[in-house]
């Protein structure tokens, strides 16, 4: 148990479906993570917020929009996505100082998607 | 960040130290080194990380090298629960926010 939960833990849907994937950390950290992990490839990072702004986007397809509405909680909104997006999506957060040294980052078990 | 550099797999007897090397030659002087397991189909975990002394806590051992481009990190006593794929990662402490974990080491405990 790391202080970082996620539901689903699973989720199967449709192209044309909407869905959400919810983050929640206990934790008291002030950014949060979405990262995407594909068979066979390494974890890539998907979106970062830190004390609530979005501050990195990977370059992440628009059918995927996160959300941020406060320090716990972080949603990943799904709308029209294709099978390859299938992959287990994971969120992390962490307590970083403001200019201080970047802190390590606790992850949740996961959502495992599967788009068919 | 410099990039690190792994082997694709080890094996390791249960309750034996598992010895797991990572080359970072690249690495700058403001990079630490970050070690990360993933057990499967869970979300990574957190093991240690250092900048230049070397490191110990409840979980392992960070051996880093006087010139600092390449690291040891020592599970002592291995068990099976210890079978993950391990990830050491090279960031900038005030860098950037992501952690790239490239493909790591597969650690396989066996009885």
């Known amino acids: 148990e790391t202080g970082v939960t996620q539901t689903p833990r699973h989720l199967v849907m449709g192209m044309t479906n909407k869905k959400s994937l919810k983050c929640e950390q206990h934790?008291?950290?002030?950014?949060m993570y979405w990262y995407k992990q594909s068979a066979k490839k390494p974890l890539e990072l998907m979106f970062v917020?830190?004390?609530?702004?979005?501050?990195e986007n990977n370059s992440v397809p628009s059918r995927f929009s996160p959300e941020c509405p406060n320090s716990s909680h972080l949603f990943l909104h799904l709308h029209t996505l294709q099978p390859e997006d299938s992959a287990l999506y994971l969120c992390?957060?962490?307590?970083?100082?403001?200019?201080?040294?970047?802190?390590?980052?606790?992850f949740g078990p996961g959502t495992r998607l599967t788009v068919l | 960040d410099a990039k690190t550099t792994q082997p694709p797999s080890m094996d390791c007897a249960e309750g034996r130290a598992a010895n797991l090397p990572c080359n970072h030659s690249?690495?700058?002087?403001?990079?630490?080194v970050y070690w990360y397991r993933q057990i499967h189909s869970q979300g990574p975990q957190y093991i240690i990380h250092?900048?230049?002394n070397n490191e110990t806590n409840e979980m392992a051992s960070l051996i880093i090298t006087e010139d600092r481009k390449s690291s040891t990190l020592i599970l002592p006593h291995a068990t099976l629960r210890d079978t993950a794929v391990y990830y050491c990662?090279?960031?900038?402490?005030?860098?950037?926010?992501?952690?790239?974990f490239g493909t790591g080491t597969r650690l396989t405990v066996i009885p």
């Open positions: 992390a957060s962490s307590q970083d100082p403001p200019g201080g040294i970047r802190s390590k980052q606790f």
């Open positions: 934790l008291g950290h002030n950014a």
């Open positions: 917020y830190s004390l609530e702004e979005r501050v």
């Open positions: 690249t690495i700058s002087g403001n990079e630490y």
């Open positions: 250092g900048l230049k």
């Open positions: 990662i090279v960031r900038d402490g005030t860098g950037a926010n992501n952690l790239f």
